[in-house]
């Protein structure tokens, strides 16, 4: 059974219509709605990644967990999905932010949107301020290379704590007032 489809000069225009009535009804650059579910992800998240931070922010290596020896640095592969979470006693900047999100969900999903917001506010800074902070999803090898940059990052020999928790708070304020400022609108 073969089912052909014929397109019509008429078929073609009434798509194109309809197409261009969905690009008028959300321009680009738009304000997401106040509910946005990335914001408020991004937000729980980085609330939590603070928490882990500032019992214990760690260097050139995801998490550090508490073992029978003291705590020993955890070897992983990238974006580790078997970690004894229970036993995380320090963790880097990305690292953090995984396990701020598992606390949350036990889906590694529900943290991208904090990696993409705080990504935004380390390299995006020159963007206008009606900038969406946590910007919209993006492939994996885009997130894979914002992981990256944000573990060259916090990694730099001269990084200091402060510096990692001044990033989240400036983070967590710019996703608010956006946030805000949708409300308001």
């Known amino acids: 059974m073969s089912v052909t489809v014929t397109v019509t000069p008429s078929r073609s225009v009434r798509l194109l219509a309809r197409v ?3 690009l008028r009804a959300s321009p680009a650059g738009a304000a997401p709605p106040p509910s946005h579910p990335r914001h408020e992800d ?3 998240v980085l609330s939590a990644t603070r928490g882990v ?3 214990g922010w760690v260097q ?3 998490y550090v967990l508490e073992t ?3 705590p020993r640095p955890a070897r992983q592969r990238f974006l580790p999905s078997r970690l004894d979470r229970s036993r995380v006693v320090g963790a880097c900047l990305v690292g953090a932010v995984m396990h701020g999100g598992w606390q949350l969900s036990p889906r590694a999903e529900y943290a991208y949107p904090a990696i993409d917001a705080l ?3 380390l390299f995006d800074a020159g963007a206008a301020g009606s900038a969406d902070p946590v910007g919209p999803m993006t492939p994996p090898l885009v997130r894979a290379a914002r992981v990256r940059d944000l573990t060259t990052w916090n990694d730099r020999g001269h990084r200091a704590k402060h510096e990692v928790l001044q ?3 400036l983070t967590i304020a710019r996703v608010s007032s ?3 400022a949708a409300v308001d609108a």
């Open 167 to 169: 990033l989240l708070d």
């Open 42 to 44: 991004a937000l729980a």
């Open 20 to 22: 261009a009535s969905a």
């Open 178 to 180: 956006h946030r805000a």
């Open 60 to 62: 050139n290596t995801w």
């Open 68 to 70: 029978p020896a003291g």
């Open 119 to 121: 990504w935004h506010t």
């Open 53 to 55: 931070i500032a019992r």
